[in-house]
């Protein structure tokens, strides 16, 4: 259609990756077992966007224009191990533990424009006027587990449970600018995270299953973050020394029921019910936000 194109915007993201990676089993013996491995990763990213412009006074173009940007190019390598432990204590009960290193490929943001809306709600978060980075950095964590699996009576009901801690550097974060309808990419410091979880089931009946689970989860920042704006004007930075990492709720839980039975000799049916309740979490790092204070909720199905 004729002079309806008031915004035009091709991006082209052309990724490549390659790792090579190898892992050894040794068997001190049939119950206990180590395993070590490594991958090497290297990755590269090249970004380019062209864009077309043009505001409308009614039906007439009154001023066009044509934004472009220039190519970002980028390239990473990681080395990322792992060591894992299995014990078979027992028939039925296992011991286990992990340590790993995982890493997460930075990029390119689509450009966000730098017009007074966008930099008012830049401004209204606490942020830099012009506040979208044209990339983001990788980010990555140690992870550190330790769990048990066990089957129990006669292989009716099966209990795992599990501790974690996790060391996560230069976290990326997802960004909304809500009021300008854009969003982006960035990073926001350290933060250290551990927990607990569990997940019961249990075969009550042949044709009934029932099954719990359970978790706690405290993620929060190291340190203060000072490159990510203030609040409020009260020159304390957004993000703080102990806030809630965006997006991880303090605990969860749920509850299931399975019954299975035979319509017939050739057709079965089952009816499933599950409960899922999450707790509190922060929706954004950002204080001044309507999402940083999002409320637990319950859903079921």
């Known amino acids: 259609f004729a002079n309806d194109d008031s915004y035009n915007s091709v991006r082209h993201y052309h990724d490549k990756q390659e790792s090579v990676f190898g892992e050894l089993t040794f068997h001190a013996s049939k119950a206990l077992a180590f395993t070590a491995g490594l991958r090497q990763l290297h990755a590269t990213q090249r970004f380019t966007r062209s864009a077309l412009t043009q505001f409308y006074d009614g039906p007439t173009p009154i001023t066009p224009g044509y934004g472009g940007q220039a190519p970002v190019d980028a390239k990473w390598n990681a080395t990322t191990p792992s060591l894992k432990m299995n014990w078979q204590v027992a028939p039925d009960v296992s011991l286990y533990a992990n340590a790993s290193k995982g890493f997460r490929l930075g ?46 009576l006669d292989h009716t009901m099966s209990l795992n449970v599990a501790a974690y801690l996790l060391k996560w550097k230069n976290i990326q974060q997802d960004i909304s600018l809500s009021n300008a309808g854009f969003d982006f990419e960035t990073n926001v410091g350290n933060a250290t995270s551990w927990g607990m979880e569990a997940e ?102």
């Open 107 to 152: 990029g390119a943001n689509r450009p966000v424009p730098d017009t007074p809306l966008v930099e008012k709600n830049c401004t209204e978060l606490g942020l830099p006027a012009n506040c979208a980075p044209a990339a983001f950095q990788p980010d990555s964590l140690w992870s550190y587990e330790l769990g048990s699996k066990m089957d129990l």
């Open 200 to 301: 019961l089931k249990a075969r009550v009946t042949p044709a009934l299953t029932l099954s719990a689970a359970a978790g706690f989860t405290r993620a929060t920042f190291d340190a203060d973050y000072l490159a990510f704006g203030t609040y409020d004007g009260d020159g304390k930075p957004n993000i703080r020394k102990g806030d809630w990492v965006e997006g991880v709720p303090r605990a969860t839980a749920s509850l299931g029921a399975d019954y299975h039975w035979a319509v017939n000799d050739t057709v079965n049916a089952f009816v499933r019910g599950n409960g899922q309740w999450t707790g509190k979490s922060h929706g954004t790092v950002l204080r001044g936000d309507a999402d940083y204070n999002r409320a637990s909720y319950f859903t079921a199905d």
